[in-house]
């Protein structure tokens, strides 16, 4: 329990000071709680000598207390000959967490050293007084009263109240007179770290992009967080100065206004600091400029009644006092380094650069610890005015994890939040740049807005180009000290950008910078950093990560009158494909030239004329790329950053078909394919072929796919309850080339509703559905559309595992058009999760007229559905193949039968024998090879008794045998393991029986089928 905030929760209620006593009167029984209650004290009051005297005795009772001796052995702070409060603080807490035993050994040892200090201990007075010293205090009990103690309570709690008053909410960049939220309610925990990043640490980060973006963040970087900023280093010392340091918009501000408000609510820096005071470096630029004389009371952010408390604190416990001044890099005058009338106290009015060098220097208030907040452009030259030691930190915004609690915090709607989350991370360029806070801010906003507006959160996400837009805009008016003429510097940071995007270079020396940017301390969008080279240090920088060195390269080009240099570099795209590093920024030049950036762009005098050689360029592209997906994907990106909907509709009717196939759309990609297609009247044809279109973004492209006139679709992880979004996107009356529905696991009822949906369809090519368990229903939902719609194939693959287990006919079923007769397939996929088990399986082909298959597919299914309960090459296995082989003999003009298994044994060569001697069968193919329930196919072997069996056979003439697989070369002991068939003997070989070559069907119906199948599951 915390006895200070509980003391300071009774000041203020009736009868506080009869609560008092019994709180601090006696101590619990257990040693750990003694010294958690006397912490202070001990402390405060632990001298050198006491405590190497008790750290003596530890060492000597090795055996009495191993716990307490490992932690003194390990622990080299508490090794240092000079003693400081801080030590004796790492003791108190690390005996604390080590249980009852240790701190009793300690305590034992303490009353022999200073037997004075534990008597004190147990005094209620001075328990009391303890209680109510404050965090960490110092006042010595000899000097100071426990009443005179007491009596300056109260007006610490009321100056803690008044700063939380002051400090609690914050005004957001659109925040009208009045406006404000909570700081709780936007404060989010940053990533801090106390290290100096390598070269090559900087430039990988600022390549990556997305979750690899935040992954490595995570791995190479450890967070501290603010209340370690004052712990002891490697050397047992603590600074007495802590740079923070981090870029425009990263949190610095909101970081030091959360650390005040922390403390004086109570859960911040207790026992370190009995009094945290802020000050501003914007208002020291204000008396600075009317040229008045101030004292250090003067700068000091607080009512005027506190003053007489914070004067006492300085003087007479200064090491209790942290300072914490916001803003070094915005001070508009240089510290003197000397000066004739130097800051004498508290008091007497001085120049304010006078007092401020003596504040960082420590020519006043030398025992007080600072914490300055500044950019990195200027931690240099801070670091050389810091009283030492110094720790030096940087902010680098939000992890991962951080964005994720932002968006949390920002959107108090659960489900709104995860839509807004999933719809930014699909975006790499925008999910990245959210490390930086204020782009976090912006982001959420936008999201808000169009949430109060009840629009869709698909369609809520403003361009890429527009977010950065607004993030130089807020950068400029609120972080940008006193430039009255951005339109230089962004010309000059546009300049340096396209250089370094040109040369493919994403850090600058400070002589190439220096070239370009006038002013280094004023830019808030470049990175300051040095390096260490032998015995020098090098200043380098950066844009704050590769996207925005991007956006201001393009933003360069929009100052050139004469476009030339423009047209050179999107022809240099178009000829040249290793091109591609410049394809973000034509990206973002579309999106500089739509209408509203362009008057965004006008607000802070800068104006685009990109928009006639940005559009001509788009035209002839889509004229001569119109079949390359990667290059219409990118197209259709350009033309959304654009966002004009008339010429999107003119550029889009260039195209008759709009194809994708083998490529994965993220939600970003699907909401510019979404826009673009709806800025079209009609769609003539739109492919989506294992493009990764999951059941979210199906919703997404509800309206385009209705429009479509063709439709070919693959969706993936579809489930019971989305199958009405997909018969809604289907829609009626369209040419339905081709509808695949991958890695689901759909119900009978699910089944029958998509086929419905797919029998209003004006024609139908193909449909592929993965369900949970084929079973009769599935069997017959397969025959009565294969009766009531002309599709050309129709497929129904059942997912592996538990589900497609004992209640499934087989694992695939596939009926195909051959003009007048039809194909049909039936597979069982064997298990070869063993590597030294030989693979079972079976598929089984037929050509057939229409009008015989009916009955053939049901009992095919049956027998299948033996085969899958019994043990591959056993006797009752071997039987049972024999009866399904000895079926197809008994249908009347079949004229094709496929067989695929692992091996062409003796006892297959005999079954095709019987086969290829049915009337009015034409062909037999065999093809050695297994497909297994992960869908992993693999080639099997043609073993040598077989082939000589088939060649030695008497085949009726104009019928033949075709075999395909893998044959060992070797003239004697050939390979006949299936683990054997990867060496480099086995070659792949087709064989005729008699020689004579046919139709292929199998292999042309194999290879379209799997090609499928291959990404179910």
């Known amino acids: ?546 996207s925005f060195q991007e956006f201001f390269a393009a933003l360069h080009y929009t100052s050139y009158e004469d476009q030339e240099n423009v047209k050179k570099m999107l022809e240099l795209v178009e000829q040249q494909e290793d091109r591609t590093h410049l394809l973000p920024v034509i990206q973002f030049l579309f999106g500089l030239s739509k209408v509203k950036v362009m008057q965004d762009l006008k607000d802070i005098g800068l104006t685009s004329n990109l928009s006639l050689e940005a559009k001509e360029w788009i035209v002839k592209r889509i004229e001569n790329n119109s079949e390359k997906d990667a290059k219409m994907l990118f197209t259709l990106h350009c033309l959304y950053e654009l966002h004009e909907d008339k010429f999107v509709r003119t550029a889009m009717a260039v195209w008759d078909k709009v194809k994708f196939d083998s490529i994965p759309l993220t939600r970003a990609d699907c909401w510019v394919l979404l826009y673009c297609l709806q800025c079209c009247p009609t769609i003539p044809s739109l492919t989506l072929s294992e493009c990764n279109i999951t059941p979210d973004k199906l919703r997404m492209l509800q309206p385009a796919l209705r429009k479509c006139q063709k439709l070919g679709l693959a969706v993936d992880n579809l489930s019971d309850a989305d199958v009405r979004d997909l018969v809604s996107a289907m829609g009626e009356g369209k040419t339905l080339s081709d509808l695949s529905v991958l890695n689901s696991s759909l119900s009978d009822e699910s089944v029958q509703q998509i086929l419905t949906a797919v029998s209003k369809q004006k024609s139908v090519g193909n449909v592929l559905l993965t369900v949970k368990t084929i079973t009769l229903v599935t069997a017959e939902c397969l025959l009565n559309f294969m009766k009531s719609t002309p599709a050309e194939e129709f497929v129904i693959v059942g997912l592996p595992g538990g589900s497609n287990g004992d209640g499934s006919l087989c694992s695939c079923l596939i009926v195909k058009r051959l003009e007048e007769h039809l194909m049909l397939g039936v597979a069982n996929y064997g298990d070869t999760t063993s590597p030294e088990s030989e693979p079972s399986g079976l598929a089984l082909g037929v050509i057939l007229p229409e009008t015989t298959y009916t009955l053939l597919l049901e009992e095919f299914t049956c027998r299948f559905q033996q085969l899958r309960h019994l043990v591959e090459n056993s006797p009752e296995y071997d039987k049972h193949v024999d009866g399904l082989m000895a079926y197809p003999s008994s249908v009347p003009d079949l004229k094709w039968v496929g067989l695929e298994a692992a091996c062409l044994t003796e006892a297959w060569a005999i079954r095709i024998i019987s086969l290829i001697n049915t009337p009015h069968l034409e062909r037999v193919e065999f093809n050695a090879d297994i497909t297994d329930e992960r869908m992993e196919e693999e080639t099997g072997l043609l073993l040598e008794e077989g082939i000589h069996l088939l060649q030695e056979a008497q085949i009726p003439p104009g019928r033949s045998i075709k075999l395909t697989g893998l044959r060992c070369r070797k003239s004697k002991d050939r390979c006949r393991r299936w683990r054997d068939r990867k060496l480099s003997c086995n070659r792949y070989v087709e064989i005729e029986i008699p020689a004579v070559k046919k139709k292929e069907v199998l292999k042309k119906w194999k290879k379209k089928w799997k090609k499928k199948c291959c990404v179910l599951l």
């Open 1 to 546: 329990m915390d006895t200070q905030r509980d003391m300071e929760e009774t000041q203020d209620s009736p009868g506080a000071a009869g609560a008092e006593e019994p709180m601090c009167s006696a101590w619990t029984s257990t040693a750990r709680e003694r010294v958690s209650e006397a912490r202070r004290e001990l402390i405060n009051r632990i001298g050198e000598a006491s405590l190497k005297a008790v750290l003596d005795g530890l060492q000597q009772e090795i055996s009495g207390s191993p716990a307490v001796i490992g932690m003194w052995e390990r622990n080299e702070v508490l090794q240092q000959h000079h003693v400081t409060q801080d030590q004796v603080r790492c003791l108190v807490d690390m005996l604390r967490n080590k249980g009852n035993s240790a701190c009793q050994r300690f305590l034992s040892h303490l009353g022999e050293v200073d037997p004075a200090l534990c008597e004190d201990l147990y005094d209620p007075n001075l328990s009391f007084s303890c209680h109510f010293a404050g965090p960490g205090s110092t006042v010595n009990s000899a000097s100071t009263t426990p009443k005179q103690k007491a009596d300056q309570q109260p007006v610490v709690l009321k100056l803690k109240e008044w700063i939380v008053s002051q400090y609690k909410t914050v005004q957001e960049y659109n925040d009208l007179p009045g406006q404000d939220v909570l700081l709780t309610d936007r404060y989010t925990q940053l990533l801090i770290i106390e290290k100096h990043r390598k070269l090559e640490e900087r430039e990988k980060e600022m390549r990556t992009s997305g979750a690899g973006f935040f992954g490595a963040r995570q791995k190479e970087y450890k967070s501290i967080t603010v209340d370690q900023l004052f712990k002891p280093n490697d050397r047992g010392d603590v600074s007495k100065a802590v740079i923070l340091q981090g870029n425009s918009g990263h949190g610095k501000s909101f970081t030091a206004q959360k650390i005040i408000l922390d403390w004086a609510s109570g859960s911040l820096y207790q026992d370190r600091f009995e009094l945290v005071l802020h000050l501003s470096c914007k208002e020291f630029n204000l008396l600075y400029k009317e040229g008045e004389q101030s004292s250090v009371l003067d700068l000091v952010n607080v009512d005027e009644k506190y003053i007489p408390l914070v004067q006492k604190k300085l003087k007479e416990s200064p090491q209790k006092v942290l300072l914490l001044i916001d803003g070094f890099d915005e001070l508009q005058f240089n510290i003197k380094e000397l000066r004739k009338s130097p800051v004498k106290d508290l008091s007497t009015p001085s120049p304010v650069d006078a007092i401020v060098g003596a504040l960082l220097k420590g020519s006043i208030l030398s025992e007080c610890h600072l914490l300055v907040t500044t950019r990195p452009t200027a931690s240099d030259k801070l670091n050389k005015l810091l009283k030492r030691p110094v720790r030096c930190t940087e902010i680098l915004g939000f992890s991962e994890e951080g964005v994720h609690d932002y968006f949390k915090m920002f959107c108090k709607d659960e489900k709104f939040k995860e839509e807004a989350l999933g719809s930014v991370k699909e975006n790499e360029t925008l999910y990245t740049s959210c490390f930086i806070p204020v782009i976090c801010w912006i982001v959420c906003t936008v999201f808000r807005e169009h949430m109060q507006k009840h629009i869709e959160v698909a369609n809520a996400l403003e361009t890429t180009t527009s977010i950065f837009v607004h993030f130089v805009k807020i950068l400029l008016e609120h972080h940008c000290r006193g430039l009255k003429q951005p339109v230089p510097l962004l010309r000059s940071l546009g300049q340096l950008a396209e250089r370094g995007i040109q040369k493919q270079q994403v850090l600058f020396d400070k002589a190439s910078v220096e070239g370009t940017v006038s002013d280094l301390t004023s830019v808030p969008f470049l990175c300051k950093f040095l390096l260490k080279e032998t015995v020098e240090k090098k200043e380098m920088f950066s844009f704050m990560h590769l």
